[in-house]
């Protein structure tokens, strides 16, 4: 079983509207967790880190911890078409080598 | 500031040929990591350095791949033999010091093997 779990999608949203990207962890004793995004062709960028329990805004994007059930979340508001992508969930379980899930393909439709 | 430079680009290459890979992390970072890429096995850490130390090689799939970092701005991933499931993107990534930092990814390098 992998240990960073991702619906490998493709989760389709309108423009403007707000995607929900979700991944779930097996490991309790992972200490952050990221969002890295991932155009087709492409090398995988920074969007978000997360290390405490709660809510992490900055800009249009909000990540969600909640160690308790083991999950983490990335809502894009106002999604645009270029927003289009794939998106990684991964974890540090204080190694600090990241494990990556398989990633979420989202796709904004104009 | 430059990021973490891979070469080459792109690689094709026959079955049998030894591939060399290259890395340069971003200055003053400690961390060094080789990731691997495919459709089918998503993205897979190999191995990574600290200081210059490998400290985890349990993701090198078997011993045609060695990896080695001579200094703190050079690091190579080598391929001896090579084979057609080799193909994929390899990454290179580094990471400052200290505790919860990002990891900084290369462009990647394509490789093909026929």
């Known amino acids: 079983q992998k240990e960073v779990e991702q619906n490998s999608g493709p989760l389709s949203v309108p423009e403007g509207a707000i995607a929900s990207l979700n991944c779930t962890y097996s490991?309790?004793?992972?200490?952050?967790f990221f969002w890295y995004r991932q155009y087709s062709g492409k090398s995988p960028e920074l969007i978000m880190s997360i290390y405490s329990n709660g809510d992490k805004e900055d800009g249009r994007f909000t990540a969600q911890l909640n160690k308790a059930s083991q999950y983490v979340s990335l809502l894009i508001r106002d999604s645009q078409p270029s927003d289009s992508a794939t998106y990684l969930c991964a974890e540090d379980t204080g190694r600090r080598a990241l494990t990556f899930g398989s990633g979420t393909r989202l796709q904004v439709q104009p | 500031d430059a990021g973490v430079i891979q070469s080459p680009r792109h690689e094709v290459t026959e079955m049998g040929q030894e591939v060399t890979l290259r890395c340069k992390p971003i200055?003053?970072?400690?961390?060094l990591f080789w990731y691997r890429q495919t459709m089918m096995r998503g993205l897979e850490l190999l191995i990574y350095f600290n200081n210059n130390v490998p400290i985890d090689d349990s993701g090198m799939p078997e011993d045609r791949f060695s990896a080695k970092m001579p200094n703190a701005s050079f690091s190579t991933l080598k391929i001896q033999p090579s084979e057609p499931r080799d193909s994929a993107v390899y990454f290179c990534?580094?990471?400052?010091?200290?505790?919860?930092?990002?990891?900084?990814f290369g462009e990647g390098s394509w490789l093909t093997v026929v």
């Open positions: 200055s003053g970072h400690d961390y």
């Open positions: 490991d309790r004793g992972s200490q952050s």
């Open positions: 990534a580094s990471s400052p010091p200290g505790l919860g930092n990002t990891i900084y």
